[in-house]
């Protein structure tokens, strides 16, 4: 069965740098998220994107966060300059959005953790 | 409450029980979903029910949706071991179907 997978499972970084997290939706889906998950809290909504744009985003997404479909498989977190409270599991999810398909499949996650 | 939370935060049943879960919600909704996630694992989709549904059904797991109360409730029938996990309620809403807000979650422990 098709899965989204997301690349590194666990990131380190210092405070300040940058860093990019992969992820591969599932090939025929059309809709692609990001969500994050603070350790004990909710899962939070980051930013949709359809047809090479932000569709939505949320408060969280501000300017040191963007994302990019570089090819036709992969589509990337980048954190511009981490703080500490970015340390969360960033999840990435994709849907169909086609004939009523409005599931949204999520990946394995990757732990991001600043120093 | 927020949207999206649900009831009870912990659940503790033995093997074979059904374990119910509810959530509720404050906004209007596409569509509502149900997720489990394993101890610091990733996010399981369950099922999806639509805002015009009221009932589905998924192997051992029944979800109903009561617009006029704002609520949902996920029942798994004869649980095992391997069902211990937290259970997510995510709401779609009608402005913004591709957005989901997530609740706090329902840990559910079935004991052997």
């Known amino acids: 069965e098709p899965e989204v997978t997301q690349t590194p499972s666990h990131q380190v970084t210092q405070m300040g740098q940058e860093v990019i997290l992969r992820c591969v939706p599932i090939?025929?889906?059309?809709?692609f998220y990001w969500y994050r998950q603070i350790l004990g809290q909710k899962v939070e909504f980051l930013v949709s994107?359809?047809?090479?744009?932000?569709?939505?985003k949320s408060e969280i997404f501000d300017d040191q966060f963007s994302v990019e479909r570089p090819d036709g498989s992969n589509f990337t977190l980048k954190i511009r300059s981490t703080k500490l409270e970015d340390s969360a599991m960033y999840f990435c999810?994709?849907?169909?959005?086609?004939?009523?398909?409005?599931?949204?499949?999520f990946g394995p996650g990757t732990r991001l953790t600043v120093t | 409450s927020q949207q999206g939370e649900e009831d009870p935060q912990a659940l503790s049943i033995q093997e074979g029980e059904n374990a119910t879960m509810n959530c509720s919600y404050k906004?209007?909704?596409?569509?509502l979903q149900w997720y489990r996630q394993n101890s610091g694992r990733g996010l399981v989709h369950l099922i999806l029910i639509r805002s015009n549904e009221r009932e589905k059904h998924s192997g051992r797991l029944r979800v109903t949706l009561d617009t006029s109360k704002k609520s949902s409730s996920l029942l798994i029938t004869a649980s095992r071991a391997a069902d211990t996990a937290s259970y997510f309620c995510?709401?779609?809403?009608?402005?913004?179907?591709?957005?989901?807000?997530f609740g706090s979650g329902t840990q559910l422990t079935v004991l052997p």
């Open positions: 994107f359809y047809n090479n744009e932000i569709s939505e």
């Open positions: 995510a709401t779609a809403s009608s402005g913004s179907a591709r957005q989901l807000t």
């Open positions: 906004t209007s909704i596409n569509n």
């Open positions: 090939s025929n889906h059309l809709y």
């Open positions: 999810a994709s849907s169909v959005r086609r004939n009523s398909r409005d599931e949204q499949y």
